[in-house]
Nanobody, 121 residues
């Protein structure tokens, strides 16, 4: 089992930045790929970004390319999502997820509880 805890969400004005963190615990000796997803009220959970264990494979949703950056520090069992140039459409609850392979689908084995990001106009 892997437990994931997100942090770093909050309220920010449009054009601002936030950095989300996700700390993994439990069975962290396995080489998990990590992903970020988000879900706005009334909408389906959508893929945001993902990174492989080694960091050599990274993928982003088109809506965040050039604005968001995913990274990881395996020594700290932590994955980050740097979010710049935020706009109100980025408002959502952001979830961290772990899986054996990088994928843009929601088929991740482990999920955190999420952290809320609200962008005001």
């Amino acid at each position: 089992q892997v437990q994931l805890v997100e942090s770093g969400g909050g309220l920010v004005q449009a054009g601002g930045s936030l950095r989300l963190s996700c700390v993994a615990s439990g069975r962290t000796s396995s080489n998990y790929a990590m992903g970020w997803f988000r879900q706005a009220p009334g909408k389906e959970r959508e893929f945001v970004a993902a990174i492989s264990w080694t960091g050599t494979t990274i993928t982003y949703a088109d809506s965040v390319k050039g604005r968001f950056t995913i990274s990881r520090d395996n020594a700290k069992n932590t994955v980050y999502l740097q979010m710049n140039s935020l706009n109100p459409e980025d408002t959502a609850r952001y979830y961290c997820a772990a899986n054996s392979v990088v994928t843009m689908s929601r088929r991740y084995a482990y999920w955190g509880q999420g952290t809320q990001v609200t962008v005001s106009s």
